[in-house]
């Protein structure tokens, strides 16, 4: 067991004084120590300390976080001779222990706000199991509910009593984020049920911790509203054109985004992970060469037959993977790949914002990017009458619902499709 000491910064450069406690094996637990530093500069990472020289009661402060310290291993080093199993609320209780000993003890500030149950949820999210599991939040998973509780404020809603969160809030929200967001811009369906998602989801873990909410946030009424999407994908004709596409010697970064996005179009994975893989995902399974690995946003493992195209591909590196490339830059050069393909026929555009349907054209080169790569590849394998289940193994997709979205064909295409199914010969 090993501790330390850091900060988080509150208000302006005011900062919070917080202990970490590291049991090995993912088990970290973070808590506050009831101290705090009015500027941030006066805390030194090196020795996990207020500086001597600092305005801050530096002596007081440096004293009791030693013997925080002191007293958490020595209470740690007892319950592991006596077999004592220690997890979170065991160091919990330490820590409220010494706190009221030393007469330091701060109650924790009462949740009673939809803002102040965003505020405790995001500052307890690394140390708490909140993600329904053992998995900890991503930071970009947290920024999104920071994100929610910002248009909150705009919304002049953060206010709100917990138990007064109903359906009429419901609606109330529902009308103002129609209304407009930060810019004054109506926002779209798809942002204002992700945000709907976010609060409920914070709902779900105030009444996990004891806190009294309204129960409105579990009726079907209180849902969260969602379009599918405006996406397209290539067809294997279409791709075969980037693949076929000349490109100069000193265009060499427009090369690079065309062979990591063919690896993606033959291989289902997302940028996140086509865009990292190594010889070492690379497996032969009784002769067959096949790609494994593990999914950086399911943690899920997959297993890929190495299609011909991208076999080319390796050979082409010499049996090794492409080198990254930055996703933005990616997603700049896909659209310039596309142009000079002549990919440039109108795609119709239909949204929801602010309660209406709108709509527009564009050019398809346009809308390629890096998760286009992965439609093409589940839409392509669906036309190619391969089995459904079989594509979703290799996808990843976890339910049947959720893979639906991603096949991207036209009425005649599937009508096609099941005309040549077996039962219709």
Same mark, same amino acid.
């Given at each position: 067991?090993? *501790?330390?000491?850091?900060?988080?910064?509150?208000?302006?450069?005011?900062?919070?004084?917080?202990?970490?406690?590291?049991?090995?094996?993912? =088990?970290?637990?973070?808590?506050?120590?009831?101290?705090?530093?009015?500027?941030?500069?006066?805390?030194?990472?090196?020795?996990?300390? !207020?500086?001597?020289?600092?305005?801050?009661?530096?002596?007081?402060?440096?004293?009791?976080?030693?013997?925080?310290?002191?007293?958490?291993?020595?209470?740690? !080093?007892?319950?592991? +001779?006596?077999?004592?199993?220690?997890?979170?609320?065991?160091? #919990?209780?330490?820590?409220?222990?010494?706190? =009221?000993?030393?007469?330091?003890?701060?109650?924790?500030?009462?949740?009673?706000?939809?803002?102040?149950?965003?505020?405790?949820?995001?500052?307890?999210?690394?140390?708490?199991?909140?993600?329904?599991? =053992?998995?900890?939040?991503?930071?970009?998973?947290?920024?999104? $509910?920071?994100?929610?509780?910002?248009?909150?404020?705009?919304?002049?809603?953060?206010?709100?009593?917990?138990?007064?969160?109903?359906?009429?809030?419901?609606?109330?929200?529902?009308?103002?984020?129609?209304?407009?967001?930060?810019?004054?811009?109506?926002?779209?369906?798809?942002?204002?049920?992700?945000?709907? #998602?976010?609060?409920?989801?914070?709902?779900?873990?105030?009444?996990?911790?004891?806190?009294?909410?309204?129960?409105?946030?579990?009726?079907?009424?209180?849902? &969260?509203?969602?379009?599918? +999407?405006?996406?397209?994908?290539?067809?294997?004709?279409?791709?075969?054109?980037?693949?076929?596409?000349?490109?100069? =010697?000193?265009?060499?970064?427009?090369?690079?985004?065309?062979?990591?996005?063919?690896?993606? +179009?033959?291989?289902?994975?997302? !940028?996140?992970?086509?865009?990292?893989? *190594?010889?070492?995902?690379?497996?032969?399974?009784?002769?067959?060469?096949?790609?494994? &690995?593990?999914?950086?946003?399911?943690?899920?493992?997959?297993?890929?037959?190495?299609?011909?195209?991208?076999?080319?591909?390796?050979?082409?590196?010499?049996?090794?993977?492409?080198?990254?490339?930055?996703?933005?830059?990616?997603?700049?050069?896909?659209?310039?790949?596309?142009?000079?393909?002549?990919?440039?026929?109108?795609?119709?555009?239909?949204?929801?914002?602010?309660?209406?349907?709108?709509?527009?054209?564009?050019?398809? $080169?346009?809308?390629?990017?890096?998760? *286009?790569?992965?439609?093409?590849?589940?839409?392509?394998? $669906?036309?190619?009458?391969?089995?459904?289940?079989?594509?979703?193994?290799?996808?990843?997709?976890?339910?049947?619902?959720?893979?639906?979205?991603?096949?991207? !064909?036209?009425?005649?295409?599937?009508?096609?499709?099941?005309?040549?199914?077996?039962?219709?010969?």
């Amino acid at each position: 067991m090993t *501790t330390s000491f850091y900060i988080r910064k509150q208000k302006v450069d005011e900062a919070s004084i917080y202990i970490r406690i590291n049991e090995g094996r993912g =088990s970290q637990y973070r808590f506050k120590t009831g101290h705090s530093i009015h500027k941030s500069s006066s805390w030194n990472r090196n020795t996990q300390s !207020v500086r001597t020289t600092s305005i801050e009661p530096y002596d007081l402060i440096n004293l009791q976080l030693n013997k925080l310290k002191s007293y958490i291993i020595n209470e740690s !080093v007892k319950a592991k +001779a006596e077999s004592t199993y220690r997890n979170r609320g065991f160091y #919990k209780d330490l820590v409220d222990s010494f706190q =009221s000993q030393e007469g330091n003890h701060k109650k924790d500030e009462k949740v009673s706000t939809i803002e102040q149950l965003f505020i405790k949820f995001i500052e307890e999210a690394n140390s708490l199991p909140i993600g329904y599991g =053992s998995k900890k939040l991503k930071a970009s998973t947290l920024a999104d $509910y920071k994100v929610s509780n910002r248009l909150l404020h705009h919304l002049h809603m953060s206010k709100t009593p917990l138990n007064e969160v109903d359906m009429n809030w419901y609606y109330e929200f529902i009308s103002k984020a129609e209304n407009g967001g930060k810019n004054n811009t109506p926002l779209s369906l798809n942002y204002i049920g992700k945000n709907v #998602k976010n609060i409920k989801r914070i709902l779900r873990y105030a009444e996990d911790n004891g806190l009294a909410v309204h129960q409105a946030y579990k009726s079907r009424g209180f849902k &969260v509203r969602q379009e599918t +999407a405006s996406e397209i994908y290539l067809t294997e004709d279409e791709l075969k054109r980037i693949r076929e596409l000349e490109l100069s =010697s000193d265009q060499y970064s427009l090369e690079l985004t065309r062979d990591l996005f063919m690896i993606g +179009a033959y291989s289902g994975l997302r !940028v996140s992970d086509y865009n990292r893989l *190594t010889t070492d995902n690379i497996q032969n399974y009784d002769g067959s060469e096949m790609f494994e &690995v593990r999914c950086k946003k399911t943690n899920s493992l997959v297993i890929v037959p190495i299609h011909p195209v991208v076999k080319s591909i390796l050979i082409k590196y010499f049996n090794s993977l492409p080198p990254s490339q930055n996703e933005q830059l990616i997603n700049r050069n896909l659209k310039v790949l596309g142009r000079l393909c002549g990919m440039d026929e109108g795609v119709l555009l239909k949204t929801t914002k602010g309660g209406r349907i709108t709509s527009c054209t564009r050019p398809k $080169y346009e809308m390629i990017k890096t998760h *286009t790569a992965r439609r093409s590849f589940c839409t392509n394998a $669906y036309l190619s009458k391969m089995d459904t289940l079989d594509i979703m193994a290799l996808s990843g997709h976890k339910t049947e619902t959720n893979f639906l979205k991603y096949i991207k !064909v036209t009425g005649k295409e599937r009508a096609k499709r099941i005309a040549e199914h077996k039962f219709f010969q």
